[in-house]
């Protein structure tokens, strides 16, 4: 069983940024890849950014246009998400998950935990 607890979230200024670390328990964390996704009130939960297991490759969604960075560190079993020039359209609850294999996930349905997400909210 993999354990996933993000921290980082917060209320910021259009234009700020915001550093999210998920941290991971009960797993070899370097097994899997991570994603971030993120759910806005009445929306689907929407991909992010994905990192394989050994952070070598990265893969983000269009909306993140350069602003974005995902990183992981295997020693301390924590994945982050840097995110700059942040926009009120970017408030949502973050959330990260787990994916066994080697392919990048875009879907939900493609990861096997997830954490109890952080509220990120964007003020204009």
């Known amino acids: 069983q993999v354990q996933l607890v993000e921290s980082g979230g917060g209320l910021v200024q259009a234009g700020g940024a915001l550093r999210l670390s998920c941290a991971a328990s009960g797993c070899t964390f370097s097994d899997y890849g991570m994603g971030w996704f993120r759910q806005a009130p009445g929306k689907e939960r929407e991909f992010v950014a994905h990192?394989?297991?050994?952070?070598?490759?990265?893969n983000y969604a269009d909306f993140v246009k350069c602003r974005f960075a995902i990183s992981r560190d295997n020693g301390k079993k924590t994945v982050y998400l840097q995110m700059n020039s942040l926009e009120p359209e970017d408030t949502a609850v973050y959330y990260c998950a787990a994916r066994g294999g080697q392919r990048v996930g875009v879907r939900p349905y493609e990861y096997d935990y997830w954490g109890q997400g952080t509220q990120v909210t964007v003020s204009s």
């Open positions: 990192i394989s297991w050994s952070g070598r490759s990265v």
